[in-house]
């Protein structure tokens, strides 16, 4: 009899939010989600209102309205020029520097490598440029808020916050955007996005092992055990066929994953045109044998030789035979 925390469980977890699919961007697919250099070269590109794109000040009214630059000046002046990787006077390099005619906008940009930066060098450079007058911003955009470089005056943003912001005011300045920088902007803010949610498990799902955790780790043992013992069947089922005597015949095991199913799997090579398989799949609900030509195989040579044979079976993707066995069935 099953137990009843084991059906409280699984009515429990039948109970939890669906969780969205999250399809991966083309910088993840890329291998560039986490490299810091290649997000802060994409960063400095789109702040620089002169560049190709034709989003004009988009990144830099995002991030001025977040570090509430607006609220005290409407603009952040003309003849803006972005640089990266500026080396400071004692040989430390800032990760962005904005400069215009009327401010001077330091940021420090930071994914997953910890914060530990030369703040009070960074800042002493920025109130060392010219002129002085300039109003001055330091930054430290990062995934998860930070109080680092709070004592050097550094405004903590998260991307959240500037991704956020960014699609905010992205209706005002989408008419007069490049659709091939648009459409790798939004590819971009969508990276951020999926590195945010990355660095945090889905709250109802972690709350649910939390409060289970006892209940889970029992499961998944049952759930071992079960798995050992698909196993053994298929081993055994393997031994009592015996395929050494047949040059054609190659037999092996194959599972997927946490998949409650075993497979033993027989590749036939009954002619040049007719690479056969044969998966004899072990699995709670029994024990079923498929039959199916491999690539480069003719199927309708395979159905006349199985109808030619007198092997029962029922057609669909592939052929299978018509007998079914239950899970308790003995090998033999």
Not at 41 to 46: G, K, P, S, V
Not at 71 to 95: F, P, W
Not at 130 to 139: A, D, M, N, S
Not at 161 to 170: A, D
Request: aromatic share 10%; hydrophobic share 40%; net charge negative.
């Amino acid at each position: 009899m099953v137990s009843t925390w084991f059906m409280d469980l699984l009515d429990e977890f039948e109970r939890l939010p669906v969780r969205t699919e999250r399809l991966p961007t083309l910088m993840e697919v890329a291998g560039y989600p986490h490299y810091e250099n290649v997000c802060s070269n994409i960063l400095a590109f789109f702040f620089g209102p002169d560049r190709p794109h034709g989003l004009g000040t988009l990144f830099l009214d995002a991030a001025a309205r977040i570090g509430g630059i607006q609220a005290q000046e409407e603009t952040i002046g003309s003849h803006v020029l972005v640089d990266r990787e500026v080396t400071t006077d004692a040989g430390n390099r800032v990760d962005i520097l904005i400069q215009s005619d009327s401010h001077a906008i330091l940021i420090e940009n930071k994914i997953f490598a910890g914060v530990a930066n030369p703040f009070d060098d960074y800042a002493a450079y920025l109130d060392s440029l010219q002129p002085i007058e300039r109003h001055r911003y330091k930054v430290l955009l990062t995934l998860a808020p930070s109080n680092e470089g709070a004592e050097h005056s550094f405004q903590n943003i998260t991307h959240g916050q500037l991704v956020s912001e960014i699609r905010g005011l992205l209706g005002h300045y989408v008419a007069r955007a490049d659709t091939r920088y648009l459409t790798f902007m939004l590819d971009f803010l969508n990276t951020l996005d999926n590195l945010q949610v990355g660095t945090i498990m889905d709250k109802a799902f972690l709350d649910f092992l939390a409060s289970r955790h006892g209940d889970v780790e029992a499961f998944l043992n049952e759930i071992k055990k079960f798995r050992d013992e698909l196993r053994t069947k298929v081993t055994e089922l393997a031994a009592l066929i015996d395929v050494k005597a047949y040059s054609n015949v190659r037999q092996w095991l194959w599972r997927e994953g946490w998949s409650l199913c075993d497979i033993l799997v027989h590749d036939i090579k009954l002619a040049p045109d007719l690479p056969v398989a044969i998966d004899t799949t072990v699995s709670p609900g029994g024990c079923e044998v498929q039959i199916f030509v491999r690539r480069g195989g003719d199927r309708t040579k395979l159905r006349n030789l199985l109808q030619r044979l007198g092997i029962p079976f029922e057609e669909g993707e592939r052929f299978i035979f018509s007998t079914h066995f239950r899970y308790a069935e003995k090998s033999e």
